[in-house]
């Protein structure tokens, strides 16, 4: 088909998605991907059916504007290649998704342009540099996803001016420095920065979040600066290097399901005794810290929790037998796999099977013939010298 005589496109978006698709190893282009429907002969923003797949427009109000482009999604097929600075004149755009593909190199300035953006996805492909400046200029955003890259540096200090923004990912890349107050980003819900090499203490962070992941850093000090999150659902700070107590202002945060603290530093659980109905929080993992003493017998008092992990801490003392009753009412995982715990074993764990209960390496007595006994040794007796009297 020959080009139209009237561009409904504005020439300036067509010459951009040529080199975006130019910019991409015709080699990775199946037969059915979006890139390979884009054939420009016919125009960008007229044309049906197959052509131009992943591309979206706003149409002209007159014929005397140009449509423009203001959305590309692409397909997760694998394109190989780099993202083209020609991305920043596609000045409509309010969305571009290149997830799960292959595009490395770095993240153009250009981006820095699409002050319309609201949406910027670029998950899971092999970017690499740092995050443009440019970024900062997108006061449009609400979105953003630079997750799963080969990405460095700092989080520029200007992102904390986006307040449209209500998702970022920056997760499993190679991010470093310490983490900026954000509390700024007040429409925040959810920050993800997990599995990076941030360090330093938390910091402020916006009072409206709902989840908030941090796992795999080298984060030190305390969780104090989380106390005033109200309205966090899921907290995941393990795998770093905070110490001191998972303490009252953490359990006092009703709204939380599910809370991470494994793998830390910590060495006190202080947890709030609850009447009625209690928090919301189903899940605590607090696996792999260096908690010390009884069993925290207020952790009854958390009617909704059905899965436990303590497992890999210095607990000592009994099994109270408070948890062998909560077995019976709505626990359904409990680890407490190497402490040093001792005594005999509550009723219910020597009688229940369809509960998962871990009790492995420790100094308790659990004779073979009880099922739960069966399923890993204890510790030997020169590891429990000292434990059996606490």
């Not at 951009?16 to 890139?35: C, G, M, T, V």
């Not at 984060?219 to 001191?244: A, C, E, I, Q, Y």
């Not at 037998?321 to 219910?348: A, H």
């Not at 209960?357 to 510790?379: D, F, H, M, T, Y």
Request: charged content about 15%.
């Amino acid at each position: 088909m020959a080009p139209q005589s009237h561009s409904l496109t504005l020439k300036d978006d067509i010459n951009s998605l040529i080199e975006i698709k130019r910019a991409i190893d015709p080699n990775s282009l199946s037969q059915s991907s979006y890139l390979n429907s884009w054939n420009f002969s016919v125009d960008p923003c007229e044309c049906t059916g197959t052509e131009f797949l992943g591309i979206l427009c706003n149409l002209p109000l007159d014929n005397n504007t140009s449509s423009r482009v203001t959305a590309i999604d692409l397909d997760t097929i694998g394109y190989e290649g780099f993202l083209t600075p020609a991305i920043g004149n596609l000045t409509e755009l309010t969305v571009l998704n290149l997830n799960s593909n292959k595009f490395r190199g770095p993240l153009p300035e250009t981006l820095g342009n699409l002050r319309k953006l609201t949406r910027l996805t670029i998950q899971s492909n092999f970017f690499t540099g740092s995050i443009p400046q440019g970024i900062n200029n997108l006061k449009n955003l609400q979105y953003l996803d630079l997750s799963g890259n080969r990405l460095s540096g700092k989080i520029p200090d200007g992102i904390t001016g986006l307040r449209s923004l209500t998702y970022i990912s920056l997760s499993k890349n190679g991010f470093a420095g310490r983490i900026p107050d954000l509390s700024g980003l007040w429409q925040l819900a959810t920050l993800d920065l997990s599995s990076n090499q941030f360090y330093g203490n938390l910091p402020v962070l916006p009072v409206r979040l709902q989840r908030l992941y941090f796992g795999h850093n080298i984060l030190s000090g305390h969780m104090t600066p989380l106390k005033g999150l109200t309205h966090l659902k899921w907290l995941d700070v393990s795998d770093n290097r905070l110490s001191g107590a998972i303490n009252k202002d953490i359990f006092s945060l009703h709204g939380i399901v599910h809370l991470n603290v494994s793998y830390n530093r910590f060495t006190t659980i202080d947890l709030v005794k609850y009447l009625g109905a209690g928090p919301m929080l189903r899940v605590l993992e607090a696996q792999g810290n260096q908690l010390k003493g009884h069993l925290p017998l207020n952790l009854v008092t958390y009617k909704n929790l059905t899965s436990i992990n303590l497992a890999y801490n210095q607990f000592y003392g009994r099994i109270p037998d408070e948890y062998g009753e909560m077995l019976e009412v709505s626990w359904r995982w409990l680890n407490l796999d190497f402490n040093f715990l001792t005594g005999s074993l509550p009723w219910e764990f020597r009688h229940r099977t369809r509960v998962s209960v871990g009790i492995s390496n420790n100094c308790l007595e659990c004779p073979k013939r009880i099922a739960i006994c069966r399923r890993g040794e204890q510790r030997p007796a020169n590891e429990c010298a000292g434990q059996r009297n606490l």
